[in-house]
């Protein structure tokens, strides 16, 4: 069954995160204190969540700053994705993805997006549709990456410093998400840039035959 989890759920998803993620316990931790569950689908088997996918919303920015106007596109962007070892090859995790395109396309989100982290993963959602590879700008703003700079800020002010600073389109978290972004940055040490840019983004457009993305180079909000 998939359902919505519940902050009756952590200790499940907590379970699923040691097993599947390289990560420290202080980080798992500190991510599910955070984290939404409302934000979070669980596929429970038994009373038990085994399967897990994290979402939140971003938007694609395309800006005409000639006139001063711009379009703003909601998307759901997919991370964390993952399923107890001894209940994989069941289709659990490809069903979370289709209950949430579904849901999605119903509520008017124009796009999903997930950025994988290795080749695995990127042939794992190109076979289910997500076929639009977008490559971040290596250059994208490199003070934004700073994370001893974004500490000093709030979510609002990191918001709107970016959104004054940047010019072509680009893809943009909401102030609540950035919150948490500064509060990571706050955890882990300092480093000048986050992950590379090998791996593209890739991004499901059949939620809206309309929506396309203008290049598929973009500039993507610290920390990814």
Request: aromatic content about 14%.
């Amino acid at each position: 069954m998939i359902r919505s989890a519940t902050k009756q759920d952590i200790p499940d998803i907590r379970k699923i995160c040691r097993k599947c993620f390289d990560t420290s316990d202080e980080y798992i931790d500190f991510f599910l204190e955070k984290c939404h569950p409302k934000h979070t689908l669980v596929y429970e088997r038994g009373g038990k969540a085994v399967s897990v996918l994290h979402t939140m919303s971003i938007s694609y920015i395309s800006s005409s700053r000639t006139r001063g106007n711009r379009n703003s596109y909601p998307g759901v962007y997919l991370y964390g994705l993952a399923t107890l070892p001894k209940y994989r090859s069941r289709g659990y995790a490809k069903s979370l993805i289709a209950y949430l395109k579904t849901n999605a396309k119903r509520q008017g989100w124009k796009f999903l997006i997930v950025h994988p982290s290795n080749e695995e993963i990127v042939s794992f959602y190109d076979r289910i549709g997500f076929n639009t590879h977008i490559y971040r700008n290596a250059d994208s703003l490199p003070l934004f990456e700073n994370r001893a700079f974004i500490t000093n800020l709030s979510g609002v002010e990191l918001f709107l410093l970016r959104d004054k600073r940047l010019i072509a389109d680009y893809f943009q978290w909401n102030h609540h998400m950035l919150d948490y972004i500064i509060e990571e940055a706050k955890l882990n040490p300092a480093s000048p840039f986050q992950e590379d840019t090998r791996y593209p983004f890739l991004m499901l457009t059949t939620l809206d035959d309309n929506f396309s993305v203008k290049s598929r180079h973009a500039t993507f909000s610290f920390p990814l």
